[in-house]
């Protein structure tokens, strides 16, 4: 049987002037590993994604974003979920006060966007969402779009 989502999965890649970029890590009792993810979360199906994304980045990694660009909308596990996920990548950020949810034992960390690409080639980067935001948004680099 399909399994129905009540959320939309979203992701998004933080980009300040230096290319510089903010990764969370957490421990994912699923697959019982810890994971270092983009700043990701799940929106209402009545809202605008939009809306539930600039949220989550302000509770969990406390950045405001000005500028925001969806660069891919795609299915998780199609074979079994009609789960979708919004893609973005955003740009011109202000910092405030990370305000993660009381049981989201969050760890955050900044690093060069090249130092995410590689941790993503390397495979020490497993999230589906994480590892596609970023491959695309290398590609837009290479092409010269971001």
Do not use: C
Not at 8 to 26: E, F
Request: proline content about 3%; overall charge negative.
């Amino acid at each position: 049987g399909t399994v129905h989502f009540k959320k939309i999965a979203l992701g998004v890649l933080v980009l300040d002037d230096d290319y510089n970029t903010w990764i969370v890590g957490q421990y994912r009792f699923p697959i019982k590993q810890y994971s270092w993810e983009l700043p990701e979360g799940g929106g209402d199906l009545n809202i605008d994604p939009l809306v539930s994304i600039k949220r989550e980045l302000l509770e969990e990694a406390g950045i405001i974003a000005q500028s925001w660009h969806k660069i891919q909308t795609m299915y998780l596990s199609n074979s079994t979920t009609d789960e979708i996920a919004h893609l973005y990548i955003a740009k011109n950020l202000t910092f405030k006060v990370a305000q993660p949810d009381k049981d989201e034992l969050l760890k955050q960390k900044k690093l060069p966007f090249n130092e995410l690409y590689n941790m993503v080639i390397n495979g020490q980067v497993t999230d589906a969402m994480t590892i596609t935001t970023v491959l695309k948004a290398k590609l837009l680099m290479l092409e010269g779009k971001l």
